[in-house]
């Protein structure tokens, strides 16, 4: 299927939009920005120059991923949710040489109206809950909630909460899917993969 953009939408040249991904109403799309197929960018998004954003990716509405943000295959920003790319912004400072890189790794789940802060990397399959302020690195499969965000759990790839505990050891299945995860010394992963 053939990318769809709104006539409201501003593609810069230059950008790299792959094949069956949807660019809705007022969305911008700078010229720099590499996005990958499957995607979507709801309306009113902004998407940077310094920007790579991976396959199947569903952006929601009013949401912008500025310059230094990577977003690898699978990931959900939840409506309105915001990056940084700057710890100390002064409008008087120009501080565009010290961007803080930020990586969302593949599954990873961020909710509406969260906060990722410039610098950190979002675990695989990890889930930022609602209106959360991430501040710190988010491990594999975590679950983080509140101001500044805190672990509360684990998640399985399909976005059940898992019967683990915060630290430690220990086994679960996720319910939806039968999927085993097992956790070791903080780590979870899934049973499969802790094998190799």
Same mark, same amino acid.
């Given at each position: 299927?053939?990318?769809?953009?709104?006539?409201?939408?501003?593609?810069?040249?230059?950008?790299?939009?792959?094949?069956?991904?949807?660019?809705?109403?007022?969305?911008?799309?700078s010229a720099g920005a590499r996005i990958g197929s499957?995607?979507?960018? %709801?309306? =009113?998004?902004? !998407?940077?120059? $310094? /920007?790579?954003?991976?396959?199947? &990716?569903?952006?929601?509405?009013?949401?912008?991923?500025?310059?230094?943000?990577?977003?690898?295959?699978?990931?959900?920003?939840?409506?309105?949710?915001?990056?940084?790319?700057?710890?100390?912004?002064?409008?008087?400072?120009?501080?565009?040489?010290?961007?803080?890189?930020?990586?969302?790794?593949?599954?990873?789940?961020?909710?509406?109206?969260?906060?990722?802060?410039?610098?950190?990397?979002?675990?695989?399959?990890?889930?930022? %809950?609602? =209106?959360?302020? !991430?501040?710190? $690195? /988010?491990?594999?499969?975590?679950? &983080?909630?509140?101001?500044?965000?805190?672990?509360?759990?684990?998640?399985?790839?399909?976005?059940?909460?898992?019967?683990?505990?915060?630290?430690?050891?220990?086994?679960?299945?996720?319910?939806?899917?039968?999927?085993?995860?097992?956790?070791?010394?903080?780590?979870?992963?899934?049973?499969?993969?802790?094998?190799?």
């Amino acid at each position: 299927m053939a990318t769809q953009v709104h006539p409201s939408a501003i593609v810069d040249a230059g950008a790299q939009i792959g094949d069956s991904t949807r660019v809705w109403h007022f969305v911008h799309v700078s010229a720099g920005a590499r996005i990958g197929s499957g995607c979507s960018l %709801g309306q =009113g998004v902004y !998407v940077g120059n $310094d /920007v790579a954003i991976g396959d199947n &990716v569903k952006i929601q509405n009013n949401v912008s991923v500025y310059d230094a943000v990577t977003l690898e295959d699978d990931v959900f920003c939840g409506p309105s949710m915001v990056f940084t790319n700057v710890l100390n912004p002064r409008s008087a400072v120009v501080r565009k040489h010290e961007y803080r890189r930020t990586l969302v790794r593949r599954g990873a789940t961020l909710g509406a109206n969260c906060t990722i802060v410039c610098g950190t990397t979002i675990g695989r399959h990890a889930f930022v %809950g609602a =209106g959360a302020v !991430v501040t710190h $690195d /988010v491990p594999d499969f975590a679950l &983080v909630a509140g101001v500044p965000a805190r672990q509360i759990g684990w998640m399985s790839r399909h976005g059940e909460r898992l019967a683990l505990p915060l630290a430690g050891q220990g086994d679960a299945v996720c319910p939806a899917t039968a999927e085993a995860y097992v956790l070791r010394d903080g780590v979870c992963r899934l049973r499969d993969e802790a094998r190799t």
